[in-house]
């Protein structure tokens, strides 16, 4: 392990031993507010304005910079929950504690015995969605982009299992992790993808009524299988409280032609995305670069 890597797991692990002090509520306070302060200080919050502006142009110049504050606070909430994640997983009736809505569609799909997708994005806190499906007792693998720090990834991955009460599989992005995934639902294995990331090879599909670059990879895998695809994300409450949403099974297409049904599959899953983040802009991760730069 470099220095540089030691370094940072050591500031990550300070951070998640604070935050874990504190009671989940508090700990989602004080993150949010240190990030709404700081976060529209940072570099990167061009990025989130750019954003902002190409996919919400009717928007004023005033709502952009208040739904960026909003999402940089969204973001601190969610770096300091994750030491809280057993905890906020809990189905209680107020505080701390997650809520489901629409529960029928994912305990169908995700306790069957073929495989299934479950797509979702970066919204409210997406670290429960995985953990949750784990607690209902699926056989639930991720598949995410790993963080550039070793030390760093086993941490945040140390959370995530903490949350769900045991290990599961978590694939990494990229042709490996493809094929571990295909594996998996090979066996019958169910897959959690967060399908709103940039990438800079997939295929070009409307998003915001602009072409985005978007992974293909898991409509593939749902037109291989014709197994179930189902929508699911997470909108916030309160601090530390949020409600999972869970919405009928995507119709796939059949066209007979492989390439055009993963475009029509591929579409809809953004459409969706799309009206998720339209109806609560401000729990969206809008600091990474979706579209191209004008």
Known sequence: MSFTDRAETLLVRGLLGFFGALSPAAASNVGGAVMR?????????????????????????????????????????????????????????????????????IATALLAEPPAIFFSAHLANWELLIPHGIR?????????????????????????????????????????????????????????????????????VPFFGRSAMTAPA?????????????????????????????EPQIELPATGNAEEDAMILTTKVNQIIERWIRARPGEWLWMHRRWPSE
């Open 37 to 105: 302060a700081f976060g529209p200080l940072f570099p990167s919050n061009k990025v989130v304005i750019d954003n902002l502006r190409q996919a919400l142009p009717e928007k004023t110049a005033t709502e952009r910079q208040r739904i960026g504050r909003d999402a940089w606070e969204n973001l601190g909430r969610v770096l300091a929950e994750l030491v809280h994640l057993p905890a906020i997983l809990q189905t209680t009736g107020a505080g701390p504690g997650l809520e489901v809505e629409g529960a029928e569609h």
């Open 136 to 204: 209902m007792g699926g056989r639930l693998a991720g598949i995410y982009r790993a963080p550039q720090r070793p030390g760093v990834d086993h941490l945040l991955n140390q959370m995530r299992h903490q949350g769900a009460g045991r290990s599961f599989p978590m694939f990494r992005k990229g042709r490996e992790g493809g094929r571990d995934a295909l594996v998996h639902m090979r066996s019958g294995g169910k897959l959690a993808v967060l399908m709103d990331q940039k990438l800079n090879e997939g295929i070009a």
């Open 218 to 246: 898991s409509a593939r895998f749902a037109l291989r299988f014709r197994c179930p695809v189902v929508p699911v994300h997470i909108e916030r409450l309160g601090p530390a409280r949020y409600r999972l949403v869970g």
